[in-house]
């Protein structure tokens, strides 16, 4: 018996989950290997720790607080039914965020700008791919537009719940360039988000851009729209597609935003899948098991490239390059999930 | 619990056994946003949203669901919504910058973590892991009851949970070593 079976015993131990045969099987082990042994006990200690946290309360009644809101629904209901109220209540909510919209917008933006810039420099980089991904990018497409279809209140809270069953919908492939869910369930969460806040304004172009990008190659839309900020991105994608007339032309475009290439590295027991989106700065640990999401790592300035793992799958190695060429090594450790430099 | 009768009265139509509903499930709704979400202000604002949703989704419940499942559905699903604009991206090792490491192991098993240690550890959690954590220890659910309260398959409550407390584990484990507790 491995530690590691015996630590999802010692887990199910603890919520009182094992039979008979399992907990002798755990004892057992746990009385011949000290390591096992220690980590049952603070196991043990976080479980009931866990337990013993207070129970806090409100400083003051929630429900008081709410009864003219409630009220006024309440009147509403009597007076134009129940779809009425539920409007009302949605456009309450809607009011009530909206002391707060320029950080998003300004986040909003700025990812739109940062997502043309990557298209730009990668069609400029590397433009035999296009023939590649063309295929595929349709595919996206349609999922996303699935995903992006206008956004009730519900709608938006059952993303959560969405968000999970596509990333466990997920197909493995080690050698896949296309993280695809990832990237479209950020999109729909800008596009569902710009319709869901009335509040915001000057949301138009940007949702107009996300929504467009299913059937149109994003660049040029993006450099129309952000033409001082994104000029990089416009001018080599220009560049690029004159020097390969065959590979974009103009009136099919090559890609969608969904077709950016990524480094992935797959641990050779298959059991984590590392992907680095190139150009954002920024790589994700997934569990190949159960597709969920280890590790998200913050973004950082500059290009996070030849991942690979150690031998015992447990440690990621990766270099991060910066805007002046200079690389730092990093390594990402699974077991106490952090990231450190070498 | 919840009683049916005062569920059914509420369906039914009757506000004022929709008041005393809110009222009995008010707590349970705070407890879960406060720890999901780290912040006393915060968790007032997303448990005032979730009673008003309740209110005006009470015709959706259906009885094949557990009411107080059904109920932790939709504060969960605020929290995570309202986190996601706070902070899109959630740091492991913030704490590792400031406390120097140190070897103390024997006062590591003795003593107990302070609430407080804790709640930070879980906001450091991610949101799905945080969630699965929150709705085992402060609501009591059951592996099966999370599934239902998050629509998750059961072994992926399973792994989340068990991560969580390996996570836990490590980021409490670190903080002894640091020697930030004496």
Same mark, same amino acid.
């Given at each position: 018996?491995?530690?590691?079976?015996?630590?999802?015993?010692?887990?199910?131990?603890?919520?009182?989950?094992?039979?008979?045969?399992?907990?002798?099987?755990?004892?057992?082990?746990?009385?011949?290997?000290?390591?096992?042994?220690?980590?049952?006990?603070?196991?043990?200690?976080?479980?009931?720790?866990?337990?013993?946290?207070?129970?806090?309360?409100?400083?003051?009644?929630?429900?008081?607080?709410?009864?003219?809101?409630?009220?006024?629904?309440?009147?509403?209901?009597?007076?134009?039914?129940?779809?009425?109220?539920?409007?009302?209540?949605?456009?309450?909510?809607?009011?009530?965020?909206?002391?707060?919209?320029?950080?998003?917008?300004?986040?909003?933006?700025?990812?739109?700008?940062?997502?043309?810039?990557?298209?730009?420099?990668?069609?400029?980089?590397?433009?035999?791919?296009?023939?590649?991904?063309?295929?595929?990018?349709?595919?996206?497409?349609?999922?996303?537009?699935?995903?992006?279809?206008?956004?009730?209140?519900?709608?938006?809270?059952?993303?959560?719940?969405?968000?999970?069953?596509?990333?466990?919908?997920?197909?493995?492939?080690?050698?896949?360039?296309?993280?695809?869910?990832?990237?479209?369930?950020?999109?729909?969460?800008?596009?569902?988000?710009?319709?869901?806040?009335?509040?915001?304004?000057?949301?138009?172009?940007?949702?107009?851009?996300?929504?467009?990008?299913?059937?149109?190659?994003?660049?040029?839309?993006?450099?129309?729209?952000?033409?001082?900020?994104?000029?990089?991105?416009?001018?080599?994608?220009?560049?690029?597609?004159?020097?390969?007339?065959?590979?974009?032309?103009?009136?099919?475009?090559?890609?969608?935003?969904?077709?950016?290439?990524?480094?992935?590295?797959?641990?050779?027991?298959?059991?984590?899948?590392?992907?680095?989106?190139?150009?954002?700065?920024?790589?994700?640990?997934?569990?190949?098991?159960?597709?969920?999401?280890?590790?998200?790592?913050?973004?950082?300035?500059?290009?996070?490239?030849?991942?690979?793992?150690?031998?015992?799958?447990?440690?990621?190695?990766?270099?991060?390059?910066?805007?002046?060429?200079?690389?730092?090594?990093?390594?990402?450790?699974?077991?106490?999930?952090?990231?450190?430099?070498? | 619990?919840?009683?049916?009768?005062?569920?059914?009265?509420?369906?039914?139509?009757?506000?004022?056994?929709?008041?005393?509903?809110?009222?009995?499930?008010?707590?349970?709704?705070?407890?879960?946003?406060?720890?999901?979400?780290?912040?006393?202000?915060?968790?007032?604002?997303?448990?005032?949203?979730?009673?008003?949703?309740?209110?005006?989704?009470?015709?959706?419940?259906?009885?094949?669901?557990?009411?107080?499942?059904?109920?932790?559905?939709? %504060?969960?699903?605020?929290?995570?919504?309202?986190?996601?604009?706070?902070?899109?991206?959630?740091?492991?090792?913030?704490?590792?910058?400031?406390?120097?490491?140190?070897?103390? %192991?024997?006062?590591?098993?003795?003593?107990?973590?302070?609430?407080?240690?804790?709640?930070?550890?879980?906001?450091?959690?991610?949101?799905?892991?945080?969630? %699965?954590?929150?709705?085992?220890?402060?609501?009591?659910?059951?592996?099966?009851?999370?599934?239902?309260?998050?629509?998750?398959?059961?072994?992926?409550?399973?792994?989340?949970?068990?991560?969580?407390?390996?996570?836990?584990?490590?980021?409490?484990?670190?903080?002894?070593?640091?020697?930030?507790?004496?």
């Amino acid at each position: 018996m491995i530690c590691q079976e015996v630590m999802e015993l010692m887990q199910r131990y603890i919520d009182g989950d094992l039979d008979q045969q399992e907990t002798s099987l755990m004892m057992d082990h746990a009385g011949q290997c000290p390591d096992c042994a220690a980590m049952l006990v603070r196991l043990q200690k976080l479980s009931s720790e866990l337990e013993q946290l207070p129970r806090v309360v409100p400083k003051f009644s929630l429900v008081d607080a709410i009864l003219p809101e409630l009220e006024r629904l309440h009147a509403a209901d009597s007076a134009g039914g129940s779809r009425g109220s539920e409007e009302q209540s949605d456009a309450m909510h809607g009011s009530s965020r909206s002391n707060r919209p320029s950080r998003y917008l300004y986040r909003k933006i700025s990812g739109v700008v940062a997502a043309g810039v990557i298209v730009g420099l990668l069609l400029f980089g590397n433009p035999s791919q296009w023939s590649l991904t063309g295929g595929s990018s349709n595919k996206d497409a349609s999922a996303l537009d699935t995903q992006s279809a206008p956004a009730a209140s519900e709608q938006r809270a059952m993303k959560f719940n969405a968000m999970m069953d596509s990333n466990a919908e997920t197909p493995e492939s080690s050698q896949a360039p296309v993280p695809s869910s990832k990237l479209s369930d950020q999109i729909s969460e800008q596009t569902t988000d710009n319709s869901a806040d009335k509040s915001m304004k000057f949301t138009g172009p940007i949702s107009r851009s996300s929504a467009d990008s299913q059937n149109e190659a994003v660049v040029p839309k993006v450099d129309n729209k952000q033409q001082v900020t994104a000029t990089s991105g416009g001018q080599e994608s220009g560049k690029s597609s004159a020097e390969n007339p065959e590979a974009i032309s103009p009136s099919e475009p090559p890609m969608s935003l969904n077709a950016i290439p990524a480094a992935v590295s797959l641990s050779t027991d298959g059991k984590w899948r590392a992907i680095a989106v190139e150009g954002a700065g920024t790589y994700q640990v997934y569990n190949t098991a159960d597709e969920s999401e280890l590790f998200h790592s913050e973004v950082r300035e500059g290009k996070i490239s030849f991942l690979n793992w150690n031998e015992e799958n447990t440690i990621l190695y990766f270099t991060l390059t910066d805007a002046d060429g200079h690389q730092t090594q990093w390594q990402f450790d699974t077991v106490n999930v952090k990231e450190t430099t070498r | 619990m919840v009683e049916p009768a005062l569920i059914k009265a509420a369906q039914a139509g009757d506000r004022e056994a929709l008041v005393a509903l809110l009222r009995e499930i008010e707590h349970q709704v705070y407890r879960t946003a406060y720890y999901l979400l780290n912040n006393e202000q915060d968790a007032l604002d997303a448990s005032q949203d979730a009673l008003i949703r309740i209110y005006t989704k009470i015709d959706s419940y259906e009885e094949k669901a557990q009411f107080r499942t059904w109920v932790q559905r939709i %504060v969960t699903n605020i929290c995570i919504d309202k986190f996601r604009r706070k902070k899109p991206s959630v740091s492991i090792d913030e704490h590792d910058m400031v406390f120097q490491a140190g070897d103390n %192991v024997e006062t590591e098993v003795l003593s107990a973590y302070a609430a407080e240690e804790i709640r930070e550890a879980i906001g450091k959690l991610p949101e799905h892991h945080r969630t %699965v954590v929150v709705l085992r220890y402060l609501q009591d659910f059951s592996y099966n009851e999370i599934a239902d309260s998050l629509n998750l398959p059961l072994n992926t409550v399973k792994s989340y949970l068990f991560r969580a407390r390996q996570q836990l584990q490590t980021l409490l484990h670190d903080y002894q070593k640091g020697g930030v507790r004496g």
